[in-house]
């Protein structure tokens, strides 16, 4: 399973007020308008992705440009070939029809022949050099191409271009024969200012929708680039966010820590017993950071995908009584029951230390969110190919709020109990990490004042 860059993860982070945004400020029409208005907003102030938004628009009007290019430079070339293409074939269907028409021996010397179009032009002339059909009626001055109608003598047809005062012309020459002997030769040719001027039209018409679409494309940029980089910003924010809840974190234990060796520095000839107390709050404090540096750290293997698992069978319901044996001490502190029920004889593919610390995370979780006289108990059963594993307390619950966002990374419901308990609003995040990094997925349901179940499925193991 892949996973994503620890910066990326931060996206499920974020203020309060970004956990839970009104309707209004979700989905697309509310992405465009903060796109809108945040590039306006920012367009000319400090950005710190003012330069990812330069290379981003730079780089989409580079192959925007570029495609234009390659296809406009295709398209002229093809319309081009094909161009030439039906003038060779005018030509020679010409040429063909002439000496079609000597073969048949429709021709006498001196003779003036008739146009096969007002564009094509014929010369006939035999091998003495002599011109059957008068240029000065049919063909432009400067023919016939002497050069291609020496080749046709030789018994070798053959296409030319030539440009004679300014003007461009394609012919086409062939050999006469009569009775299987050289008589002759034809050449067939036609002007080409027309198609010329077709295909400078055609450039000039590409060239401009090409600076048209250049421009276009850079103007929508703007926006698309901008739309691109709102996750980034959101993430970029929400990073903020955490760095800020994780400084937060970190400092109230080292300033309690501190505040506390104060204390003791004042009077350091009293004896150690006198202090017991808080030498106790300075190690209870130094657990509180040594959990929490621990927590972050997991949170850091598992974003950068350093953190992997080793799937192999295993039996869930063994797993869930040895991660009830090893809370049981804690719960009948509180005067809980515990349990596991269900089918306990499932088999799934998990890594073994990663399943059983998640199972920890829960219990613990429920454990301490349960008053005494209440219960926990861990219900296993099969579940469409998979196991279905249910952490159930009969605690305070949740209310219908927060259920959305008890896996987010430092989010605690009571602030104030959870920081008594020793928690920091990590245990869940990592349980959901670890869950999915396994191929499983985890969700919980609450009613308040009732209690909560944190729900597992897990992929049973085959055979």
């Keep these: 399973m892949s996973r994503a860059s620890f910066f990326g993860r931060f996206v499920a982070l974020g203020t309060r007020s970004d956990r839970n945004p009104p309707a209004a400020d979700r989905g697309w029409p509310a992405t465009i308008r903060a796109t809108v208005t945040g590039y306006y907003r920012r367009f000319g102030s400090h950005d710190p992705f003012a330069s990812t938004r330069r290379r981003l628009l730079a780089w989409n009007v580079l192959v925007i440009a570029l495609i234009v290019l390659i296809i406009g430079t295709f398209v002229y070339l093809r319309v081009a070939k094909s161009r030439s293409e039906e003038v060779d074939q005018?030509?020679?269907?010409?040429?063909?029809?002439?000496?079609?028409?000597?073969?048949?021996?429709?021709?006498?010397?001196?003779?003036?022949?008739?146009?096969?179009?007002?564009?094509?032009?014929?010369?006939?002339?035999?091998?003495?050099?002599?011109?059957?059909?008068?240029?000065?009626?049919?063909?432009?001055?400067?023919?016939?191409?002497?050069?291609?109608?020496?080749?046709?003598?030789?018994?070798?047809?053959?296409?030319?271009?030539?440009?004679?005062?300014?003007?461009?012309?394609?012919?086409?020459?062939?050999?006469?024969?009569?009775?299987?002997?050289?008589?002759?030769?034809?050449?067939?040719?036609?002007?080409?200012?027309?198609?010329?001027?077709?295909?400078?039209?055609?450039?000039?018409?590409?060239?401009?929708?090409?600076?048209?679409?250049?421009?276009?494309?850079?103007?929508?940029?703007?926006?698309?680039?901008?739309?691109?980089?709102?996750?980034?910003?959101?993430?970029?924010?929400r990073q903020q966010q955490f760095v800020a809840d994780a400084s937060h974190e970190l400092r109230t234990p080292i300033a309690l820590i501190k505040a506390t060796a104060d204390v003791l520095g004042r009077d350091p000839d009293q004896p150690i017993r006198a202090n017991q107390g808080l030498l106790t709050d300075i190690e209870r404090e130094a657990d509180h950071l040594g959990r929490l540096i621990g927590d972050l750290l997991q949170l850091a293997r598992l974003d950068s995908g350093q953190l992997e698992a080793e799937l192999v069978p295993v039996s869930i319901g063994d797993v869930a009584q040895e991660a009830v044996a090893q809370v049981q001490r804690l719960g009948a502190a509180r005067g809980l029951r515990l349990g596991v029920t269900g089918q306990t004889d499932l088999w799934v593919m998990a890594d073994l230390g990663r399943l059983r610390q998640v199972l920890l995370i829960l219990l613990d979780n429920a454990v301490k969110h349960t008053p005494s006289g209440g219960s926990v108990q861990i219900h296993l059963q099969r579940d469409h190919g998979a196991a279905r594993l249910v952490v159930a307390d009969t605690g305070e619950g949740i209310a219908p709020e927060h259920i959305p966002h008890v896996f987010e990374r430092f989010y605690r419901v009571d602030k104030a109990r959870a920081r008594a308990d020793g928690g920091v609003g990590l245990g869940l995040a990592i349980a959901r990490e670890l869950v999915e990094l396994q191929g499983g997925r985890i969700r919980v349901e609450s009613v308040l004042g009732k209690g909560s179940s944190f729900i597992v499925w897990m992929p049973l193991a085959r055979g």
Excluded: C, W
Excluded at 160 to 168: D, N
Excluded at 208 to 235: D, I, K, N, Q
């Design 90 to 237: 005018e030509l020679q269907a010409a040429a063909t029809s002439e000496l079609v028409r000597f073969a048949g021996h429709e021709r006498s010397e001196q003779e003036t022949y008739p146009l096969e179009g007002a564009d094509v032009f014929l010369i006939v002339s035999d091998t003495r050099g002599r011109i059957l059909l008068d240029p000065r009626a049919a063909s432009p001055s400067g023919f016939p191409v002497k050069a291609s109608l020496d080749l046709a003598m030789a018994g070798r047809p053959n296409f030319a271009s030539v440009a004679i005062k300014g003007t461009s012309f394609r012919v086409y020459s062939a050999p006469l024969y009569d009775r299987g002997q050289l008589v002759g030769a034809v050449q067939a040719g036609k002007g080409l200012a027309d198609q010329e001027r077709e295909l400078r039209d055609l450039l000039v018409t590409m060239l401009v929708g090409g600076l048209v679409s250049v421009v276009l494309a850079t103007a929508g940029g703007f926006f698309l680039v901008e739309l691109a980089l709102v996750p980034a910003r959101r993430a970029f924010a």
